[in-house]
Nanobody
Framework: QVQLVESGGGLVQAGGSLRLSCAALRNIFSINTMAWFRQAPGKQRELVADITTTGTTNYADSVKGRFTISRDNAKNTVYLQMNSLKPEDTAEYYC?????????????WGQGTQVTVSS
């Protein structure tokens, strides 16, 4: 069972930066996509950014140019560098790992880390 352990959330003023980390423990999937989602109170969970094993990235329009997703495959860790943070970035941020293996799709979630941006 893959376990995703997140860290790096916290309280920051608008315009500030935070870096989230997510380590995938017991990861058996050599080819996978890791992603960050977020969910604000009263809103649906939304994709922030994702990155494949080969480094292809995808971003939500709302974070393009401000957030950068990266990964270290040797450490099974994905990062989210968040710059120029806005109050509307306030949410619970969740790490996700998805992979296809032997015709099945496997999907795992972290426990979430809170990011609060004050105005």
């Amino acid at each position: 069972q893959v376990q995703l352990v997140e860290s790096g959330g916290g309280l920051v003023q608008a315009g500030g930066s935070l870096r989230l980390s997510c380590a995938a423990l017991r990861n058996i999937f050599s080819i996978n996509t890791m992603a960050w989602f977020r969910q604000a109170p009263g809103k649906q969970r939304e994709l922030v950014a994702d990155i494949t094993t080969t480094g292809t990235t995808n971003y939500a329009d709302s974070v393009k140019g401000r957030f950068t997703i990266s990964r270290d495959n040797a450490k099974n860790t994905v990062y989210l560098q968040m710059n120029s943070l806005k109050p509307e970035d306030t949410a619970e941020y969740y790490c996700n790992l998805g992979a296809y293996y032997s015709g099945n799709y496997y999907n795992y979630w972290g426990q979430g880390t809170q990011v609060t941006v004050s105005s």
